[in-house]
């Protein structure tokens, strides 16, 4: 098994629990890890690895998100979603939709996000919800992420619903519960749908129930934006022993700092780092 799995994670069980189920119904042994967790409560698209594709999830994880979320307004959360103590924010007035489409454009772009207190952030050795759930007071450093469009689809006080398309590590509930600061009535995330995770998409994504590991594995090359280099068979040999090989000046090499080998069949064989006309493999999957 050497590949990844789309699943519509649904709402209620942990990431884990569902790495967990995969692992049952695949081959004793095999590896299997996420390629970016999911909350619990939300649900959508959960990348899963399997086999030697754990080693391809980080490329996964950097890839875009997409999210689309409900944020009710006029109350706040000790964890930033429905699952905390819920609060109302004691606000006397109800937002116009203008208002909220005056403070959305700020939240775009390249800008510094506090993550939730109830986070798996790492705060002196210690997860953050670890410290928050035993009462301990969590301060968090504000981090730059990246949020590339946020649409507002439906308002209707005190819930909207927005599509956000956004880059790694932004979490959509620090996002909600900032709208509702920016606004002076408060907010917290209180469903979220992930639509999207690089290329793998909703609409293909398969439910757990209807998950068939031989049927629905994708090949790893998917989870992958490098360029590709086409290996004949001397060059193959030459990549088992993991060595550093010239490239035939006649053969140019992809402008980037990391490239994808396949063979004549388009099957991952290993990424390399290339330089002028060498590569050397940093990550070989066969033998």
């Given at each position: 098994?050497?590949?990844?799995?789309?699943?519509?994670?649904?709402a209620g069980p942990t990431s884990h629990d569902i790495v967990a189920e995969i692992r049952r119904r695949l081959p004793r042994k095999t590896k299997v890890g996420h390629a970016g967790t999911l909350d619990p409560f939300a649900d959508g698209v959960?990348?899963?690895?399997?086999?030697?594709?754990?080693?391809?999830?980080?490329?996964?994880?950097?890839?875009?998100?997409?999210?689309?979320?409900q944020v009710t307004l006029g109350a706040v959360s000790t964890t930033d979603d429905g699952e905390g103590?819920?609060?109302?924010?004691?606000?006397?007035?109800?937002?116009s939709q203008n208002d909220i489409e005056k403070i959305l454009p700020q939240f775009v772009g390249d800008i510094r996000q506090t993550p939730p207190a109830h986070s798996a952030?790492?705060?002196?050795?210690?997860?953050?919800?670890?410290?928050?759930?035993?009462?301990?007071?969590?301060?968090?450093?504000?981090r730059t992420v990246t949020i590339h469009e946020i649409q507002l689809l439906h308002y209707d006080w005190p819930t909207l619903r927005i599509d956000v398309r956004c880059g790694s590590g932004t979490y959509i509930r620090a996002l909600a519960r900032d709208i509702g600061r920016a606004l002076k009535v408060g907010g917290y995330c209180s469903s979220l749908t992930r639509t999207a995770v690089g290329p793998f998409t909703l609409d293909q994504a398969v439910r757990l129930d209807d998950i068939d590991p031989n049927q629905n594995l994708l090949p790893p090359t998917t989870g992958l934006t490098l360029p590709t280099l086409q290996l004949n068979e001397d060059q193959i040999a030459h990549l088992r022993h993991g060595r550093r090989m010239s490239i035939d000046e006649t053969t140019p090499l992809p402008q980037s700092p990391e490239i994808a080998l396949l063979d004549k069949e388009n099957q991952l064989l290993a990424i390399a780092r290339a330089e002028e006309q060498h590569i050397q493999p940093t990550k070989v999957f066969f033998h």
């Open positions: 098994m050497f590949g990844f799995l789309n699943i519509n994670k649904p959960l990348v899963i690895c399997a086999g030697p594709a754990t080693r391809l999830a980080d490329y996964v994880q950097q890839g875009e998100k997409r999210y689309t979320a103590e819920i609060q109302p924010a004691g606000c006397e007035r109800q937002c952030v790492h705060v002196q050795g210690r997860r953050a919800y670890q410290l928050a759930r035993a009462g301990e007071e969590v301060a968090l450093t504000p």
